[in-house]
């Protein structure tokens, strides 16, 4: 079988102690995998030593690749960014935050040939029970407007086959959305169960108040997109 390429796509943004550990971590759970992979860490425009780790740590391992944004511009630009630069098959994402547990990566890589996206669903949630609270009343409300069946769109850890990342056209916000946009696409989408931990460094760069009207605009243009995406079989075609 050929080898597969491998590329984790991270924003981060001002995550200066998360850093290493998460480095050490990845390091360990590529070595037991037999894929080849790289990882692109993207600076959304830290104010903190995390890009001069990031840098550190680049000297010292050639498979972790940077991208420095001049300021703050967003989760999903930095997605977007890391997208584009991504070589491999098969684009893994993930949180910087250690919330997200790098261990769980071989296993979505397991189901990625089956589909075309792996979504991680954090059914143990860890975080302050108000994050737990408004997020499954958020994942309900798209759920129902959007008719959508995904558990918890807000967990970064997915996996997506190349062609997915590269045929979502991205506005700001539309990380939450990735799995419908796929799904548009034409794209298989599964879901897996993932560990999921609580913040020990740093802090979160939400609140719910400065999410939920902005996501719920969101969710509006979502629910317009995929009611007019264009939807059309061609049976024949002439010269
Ligand atoms: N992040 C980013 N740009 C932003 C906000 C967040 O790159 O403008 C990164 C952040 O560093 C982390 C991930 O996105 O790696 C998720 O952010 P956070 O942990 O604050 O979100 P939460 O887990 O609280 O929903
Ligand atoms: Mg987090």
Redesign the pocket.
């Known amino acids: 079988m050929l080898r597969r390429e491998i590329s984790i796509v991270?924003?981060?943004?001002?995550?200066q102690e998360?850093i290493q550990p998460l480095i050490a971590e990845l390091q360990e759970v590529l070595q037991g995998i037999p894929d080849a992979a790289e990882i692109v860490f993207?600076?959304?425009?830290?104010n903190d030593r995390?890009f001069a780790l990031l840098r550190e740590a680049s000297t010292r391992d050639p498979r972790i690749r940077l991208i420095r944004f001049r300021k703050?511009?967003?989760?999903t630009?930095?997605f977007d960014a890391g997208f584009n630069a991504a070589r491999g098959t098969i684009v893994v994402t993930?949180?910087?935050?250690l919330?997200n547990d790098p261990h769980d990566i071989p296993l979505l890589l397991k189901k990625i040939g089956k589909f075309d996206v792996v979504c991680g669903w954090r059914y143990k949630r860890n975080?302050p029970w108000i994050?737990i609270v408004s997020?499954k009343i958020a994942n309900f409300v798209r759920n129902k407007m959007s008719q959508e069946e995904i558990i918890d769109t807000?967990c970064?850890l997915k996996a997506f086959r190349r062609e997915c990342v590269e045929s979502m056209k991205l506005f700001k916000g539309m990380h939450r959305f990735f799995p419908t946009l796929a799904k548009m696409e034409g794209f298989t989408v599964t879901q897996v169960k993932v560990n999921h931990r609580p913040?020990r460094f740093?802090?979160?760069?939400?609140t719910i108040t400065n999410r939920i009207v902005r996501t719920f605009i969101d969710l509006l243009v979502v629910r317009w997109m995929k009611k007019r995406h264009l939807n059309y079989e061609i049976v024949e075609t002439t010269r």
Do not use: C, F, H, L
Not at 72 to 75: I, R, S, W
Not at 94 to 97: C, E, I, L, P, V
């Open positions: 991270i924003p981060v943004y001002n995550e998360n993207v600076d959304d425009g830290s995390s703050n511009a967003g989760q630009a930095a993930m949180d910087a935050d919330q975080d994050r997020s807000g970064s913040r740093g802090t979160t760069k939400y």
